[in-house]
Each structure stands twice: as structure tokens, then as C-alpha cells.
């Protein structure tokens, strides 16, 4: 589990970081990064039913409670985390070190659904912990929260051989751990990033352009489909792609805070 990532490896990179995503004015001050957060306590505060210390409102329903419309499992997250490690039901457990069946806190109202395991989150058995999970911690520092206060996880469990978009029938034998775990997590939204996870959720859909930036809903949750981080990554210079991703993050921070 993630202990207070420390992912800016000095002031001059965290600086860079906030004005290459359009978001220097998080840096001013830690008044605004705090304006920035919901109010009310962190999210890792929140103890009871969770969502309800969360206030505002917004398509899932009553201030801080999620709108999912699917049963709640009566399993633990630990549970279906014990059950992924020794999972063998698809071909990507044969090319596995360690299955990555994802981590956070179990009350956040904030879900990232990632692709699947690269190569040091194979080797760490934790999800997004390379190059592009840097970024994204970083990406979730700029939204005012320590990766610790969200859940992270992968439409597969297991990595895909060289780094392959995971095929069909891997993904579909892998799907009932997921949506057991939002079944839990019950989060009040959803942030897919890249294709993979938004056809996890929206399979009809046939270009992320079509969708990226705004929430769509699937079983009464709003989902935020954008950019993978190591599409970000590929595409390094280019400021206008990162301006987007961090635009989409804006609207979901507003969605929590009930704006
Ligand atoms: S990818 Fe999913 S279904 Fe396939 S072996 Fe890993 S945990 Fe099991």
C-alpha cells in the first residue's frame, strides 16, 4: 500500500510540473491547493459511510453518496486481492511475476481504472508505479490529494506481454474483479484513463475523442474518461494535451466538491 508518495524530486520540478499543466496557481500558496480539495476532511478522514463527511451534491445522488446502482459484495477488498494474486482464469498469468490487484483507500469517493500492469508494477505488484504512474501521482498531488487518499486500479490484473493493449476474453475474464471491487469501493466517481478502461465501461464507444472531458454515466456512477499518463508521456512537449487532462481533473474535483 502506498505510503506518502514523495514523487517531485525538488521544488524547481514540482514548480515545472503545475505550470506545464496550466495549473500554476496550485503552487502560489498551499491556501489555494487547499481551496482546491473538497472541503470538509481528506478523504483518508473519512470514516463513517463513507462520502457522507463529503459535501455537495451532483448526478449520483445526495451529498457524498455514491450513485452506484450495482449490489454490494459482501467480500472485502483484501478479499478479491487475495483471490487476484493467485488467479490463473486467463493466458496473462502465465507472463506474470506478481498479479496487481490495486490499492488505496477503501473509502475513497475517487476510482482510477487504469489498462493493466506494466513492467515495475508486475515486478512491485502494485499498480501504476513506473514512469507513467509518477505522472499520475503527480497528476493526483495537483488535485490537491496524496495518492493514498484514492484507489487505483487496472481493468486486468496481470501484465500483458510487452506492454499489449490486453485482448478481449482477457479482459472479460478479468472484469467480474473489478467491477466487485466498485462494488465495495462504491466511489462517487470514476476516472478511466485511456481506451482500454473507458471500453471496460463504455464499450460502444469507438474514440476517446468522442467522450474525453466529459462525465458519462454507467450504473448510476459519473465517469471521466481522459488521457492514459503515458500517453502524456509519449507525447511529452505537447502542453495542450497535458492543459486537457488537467481541465478533465478540474471538472471532477467541482463534481466532488458539489459545484
Ligand atoms: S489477468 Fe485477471 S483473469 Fe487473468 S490471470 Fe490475471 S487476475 Fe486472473
Redesign the pocket.
Known sequence: MDKKSKPFSDLADRIRFFEEIGAGFVFKSEAPRRAARPEGPRMADVRSDYGTNVPGSGPSGPAGESGLDLPRSARTLEDIAAE?RT????G??AG?TL?VPGEGNPKSPLLFVGEGPGHDEDVQGRPFVGRAGQLLTKIIQAMGYDRSEVFIANV???RPPENRVPHRE?AE??AP?LLEQISVLRPRVIVTLGKTAVDFFLPDVKAMGMIRGNFQEWHGLPIMPTFHPSYLIRNEGNKEIKRMVWNDMQKVMAFLRGD
Do not use: H, N, S, W
Open positions: 487476484v488467479c490463473r482464469k486467463c496473462l498469468a506474470r498479479a486486468v490484473k496481470c482477457e475474464t478479468c474483479f
